[in-house]
């Protein structure tokens, strides 16, 4: 696969917006500080036009990864909600002023932004190119997977002290750029092994919101076990549920989780079935658990 590494001001802002729509703390307590009041005006005025903020920033954060925030990316994000046929020149106009007040917020928090990704990027891509070919090579073997050629990997400044998103669609990822593994069993790069994993789902199945649950969880045994393979990490129950409770952003259970995902696992490695058909039975069980 070959990996195009871009770092990204306008994906960094959203990234932070989002984290703080989800409720998320920052890592920088000073830094949330600073951020509080202009996100908090920002969040209402999205709230206010009838959107779920959640869903806002995630829709967004593709787009502004790869190009500068603009009226048509709000404009395309408020229109794709449920229930939002159109939304008001006003709505979209004061949206967008605020989100121009939350990106100078941003800048004036973290300047030279982009000197820090630059310098932050090469080790980590350097980490990467030791190792992670490898994990990807053995996760094609473990689920018969056709390997993806090329994939875009966005690097946002690491607020939370390490994490990431696949954007299936979009067929790219974001991921904080770290310089050390805020979890000594879950290196950072095996989190990057797992986000450009779940981009091998065919774009033709992904239907609903758990068909895009469903990618990041059928490649977390795969990813684990691959990332073994390398030697990175020891794959066991405990390294899988501090996965799902570390790399998953929806709630769930991760004790129930982790034990319906190796039961699902081993059935599959029992022979018994394909993988695509090993991926319908696991969105079968997941209806219960999400």
């Keep these: ?32 500080a600073s951020l509080t ?19 806002f920033w995630r829709q967004l954060m593709p787009l502004t990864c790869q190009k500068s925030l603009n009226d048509k990316q709000i404009e395309a994000v ?5 229930g939002v046929s159109s939304a008001s020149t006003d709505s979209l106009t004061s949206i967008h002023k ?38 990807l090579a053995e996760v094609d073997r473990l689920t018969n997977s056709t390997a993806l050629k090329t994939a875009t990997i966005y690097l946002v ?17 974001h991921l904080e750029a770290v310089l050390t593994n805020s979890q000594e069993d879950l290196p950072e790069i095996t989190r990057l092994a797992w986000l450009l994993s779940q981009l091998s789902m065919p774009a033709s199945s992904l239907q609903q919101d758990i068909d895009l649950h469903l990618a990041g969880l059928a490649m977390l045994i795969p990813t684990l076990l ?19 409770y570390h790399w998953l952003d929806y709630p769930c259970d991760p004790k129930d989780m982790t034990v319906e995902l190796l039961q699902w696992w081993k059935t599959y490695q029992g022979g018994s079935t394909t993988w695509p058909r090993a991926l319908q039975a696991l969105k079968r069980a997941l209806i219960s658990l999400l």
């Design 226 to 244: 691959a990332a073994e393979h390398v030697e990175l990490t020891r794959f066991n129950e405990s390294v899988l549920q501090s996965a799902v």
């Design 37 to 55: 009041e202009p996100f908090a005006t920002l969040h209402r005025c999205i709230v206010n036009s009838g959107v779920d903020p959640v869903a």
């Design 1 to 32: 696969m070959h990996l195009h590494w871009r770092p990204t001001f306008d994906g960094t802002t959203t990234h932070i917006a989002a984290t703080l729509a989800r409720g998320k703390p920052l890592a920088d307590a000073q830094m949330g």
């Design 157 to 173: 400044m690491p607020v939370r002290g390490g994490g990431g998103e696949a954007h299936l669609h979009h067929r790219t990822v």
């Design 78 to 82: 408020l229109h794709a909600q449920d």
């Design 98 to 135: 605020l989100c121009d007040a939350f990106q100078r917020a941003v800048a004036q928090a973290i300047p030279d932004m982009t000197e820090h990704l630059a310098m932050r990027g090469g080790p980590l891509r350097q980490h990467w190119e030791a190792r992670g070919p490898g994990m």
